[in-house]
């Protein structure tokens, strides 16, 4: 008989806290998805000052968040429930007083992750996504509130990755004073500019336009599911590929709206309506760099990857 214990992750990212809880699929190095929760809780606001930090408000309501996931992960009784938090807490100068207070209110200590950890378990999540398999070369690319990473993969091996301070909620606050109002053209001139210039000094080295490029993250679900309602589709009917000239359009067409109406675009969470089309600009500069057309989104991400080292799927 297989194993099917069960396994439980929280990421605590800079925009949302979420929840996976999961088991070995049927298939060896598949995991299935038993349950999925995701609760926006931005503990980011201020990850762009100079010396960043969580504030009090941020901490309290981040922790009840983490409080309440464990509690939705306890009734699958998992073997192990693992926390793990990225860049909002990687960067701010008083992140051990959140871990504290998570310890205190849980009894689980926070795992911060570096950058280049990020990254490989981002990776090894995308090794679980039955539609990478057999690709042997490919970029990955995941935009979050704090930081964007890259990763350049070749027969399964990282071959180099990446985490830039290129998040979204990050651009925001530091290029967008108002964000109440429609976005102007130069405003995303300026963080293009910057996007591109970040990327220059990376020296990432993007491979042949043949190589695939796999897309996770918040930004990215966003855009393939509000594509999906236009075509009438649920998110996983419509197709994986996301065209750039679609993320531009889309870009476009948020980024003229006042925030107010924005809001109430269907399928865009009204949490995220000021920080999604800092995400868009970015993730069109990142694609125009690269000469990308288009990329391959993918729901296989940073808690997948967790998920396969609690549970040594093979392909980890």
Known sequence: MPNRETVAVID???????????????????????????????????ISHELPSLTKQAMQAGCE???ELVHLAQGYHPKEIRIVATSAVRDAINGMDFIAMVNDATGIEIQVL????????????????????????FIQMDIGGGSLELIRFHHGQIEQALSLQLGAVRLTER?????????????????????????HQSAFAFPPTTDSFIVTGGAFTVTRA?????EDKTIEQRSPVLMRSEITQLKSELMALPLHERMATPHLPATRADIVPTALIT????????????????FYNLRYGIAAEQLNVANV
Do not use: M
């Open 12 to 46: 605590v990212g800079s925009n949302s806290i979420k929840l996976l809880v999961a088991r070995k699929g049927a298939v060896p190095g598949n995991i299935d998805r038993i349950f999925a929760e995701t609760i926006e809780t931005r503990i980011s606001a201020g």
């Open 175 to 199: 290029f967008i004073e108002d964000r109440d109002i429609p976005i102007t053209a130069e405003t995303a001139a300026l963080i293009r500019a910057h996007v591109q210039e970040s990327l």
């Open 283 to 298: 993730i069109e500069a990142v694609l125009q760099r690269a000469a990308r057309e288009a990329v391959t989104h993918s």
């Open 226 to 230: 509000i594509l999906a309602a236009r």
């Open 65 to 67: 968040t983490i409080a």
């Open 114 to 137: 570096s950058g280049t950890k990020e990254a490989t378990y981002i990776g090894q999540g995308l090794a679980c996504d039955p539609q990478i398999a057999g690709r042997n070369r």
